[in-house]
């Protein structure tokens, strides 16, 4: 949604339902005074703390996603998690094709698409991350890396769903220990791209999906990257996973989001 802040964070494979929990209640009382009328704070941890989770965070306070989905709502199919087990732990926001599922789990496009449909269907927010590899980088390959990504992600996704699909553009060389941040004007061009290839597919309407920025998000980086025109949110790992420096960001970026967006002057 235009004029819209979202910021959250994907906590991987960190934290027990125990320290999530401790980390829920010390996030939600730092930003308790921050009105959420323009912005939108969501937390993805892990499968074993999100009933945890589900019992600790307010609806409307602070969002509560999945860090993936299996597409099918039953069947044997070991290990996985279904739309439905989602549904009924409250779960809103499903995260689709991190980098780590593509690059380390080796989901293809073809799984991510199919998930993303039935996210789609089962009335999730589709949080679906897209991005190159430095090897695509480098042979100059990261616009059609990002486009065939989307479009084979999106395959058969109809318009009225849209208003429930977040982007997040997260470099697979950005990410992670080891990760080096996009620059924010690299990041805001590929913001551009993404946006330029939603339009494409869907026309105006594809100006409702905000397209986060993911990838080595931290204190230092985060005020350049809110103020680059084509982000609409930071989607932040390892600098999120304390509540207190969490907080901070927030209160940082809010300010450089509103003040571009035209919310303040
Ligand atoms: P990072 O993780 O901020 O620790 O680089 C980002 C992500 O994987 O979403």
Redesign the pocket.
């Known amino acids: 949604m235009a004029g819209h802040i979202y910021l959250g964070s ?1 906590l ?1 494979m960190y934290k027990t339902a125990r320290q999530t929990q401790d980390y829920l209640l010390n996030l939600s009382m730092s930003i308790g005074d921050l009105s959420r009328r323009d912005l939108t704070v969501f937390i993805i941890p892990s499968f074993t703390s999100l009933d945890r989770a589900r019992r600790t965070i307010h609806k409307g306070d602070i969002l509560l996603g999945a860090q993936n989905m299996h597409w099918e709502d039953e069947g044997q199919f070991t290990g996985e998690i279904s739309p439905l087990m989602l549904e009924d732990l409250g779960v809103e926001v499903v995260e689709i094709g ?3 599922r593509r690059h380390v789990m080796g989901e293809t496009d073809a799984a991510v698409n199919r998930k993303t449909l039935s996210a789609l269907a089962h009335g999730f927010i589709c949080l679906l991350c897209v991005g190159e590899t430095a090897e695509q980088k480098a042979l100059g390959l990261s616009d059609e890396t990002l486009r065939t990504q989307l479009k084979t992600g999106l395959w058969g996704v109809p318009t009225d769903s849209l208003d429930r699909l977040w982007i ?1 553009y ?1 470099p697979v060389w ?3 220990v080891g ?1 080096t941040p996009a620059s924010e004007d690299y990041a805001d061009g590929k913001h551009a791209v993404i946006k330029h290839c939603l339009s494409e597919m869907y026309g105006s309407v594809a100006g409702r999906v905000p397209v986060l920025y ?4 931290n204190r230092g980086n985060c005020d350049a990257l809110a103020a680059m025109p084509h982000i609409d949110g930071l ?5 999120a996973w304390d509540a207190n420096a969490f907080n901070e960001i927030i209160r940082a970026v809010l300010p450089v989001f509103q003040r571009k967006q035209g919310m303040v002057k």
């Not at 993911?214 to 998000?217: D, H």
């Open positions: 994907n991987k991190h980098s780590e997040a997260e950005a990410i992670g990760g993911g990838g080595s998000v989607f932040i790992g390892r600098a």
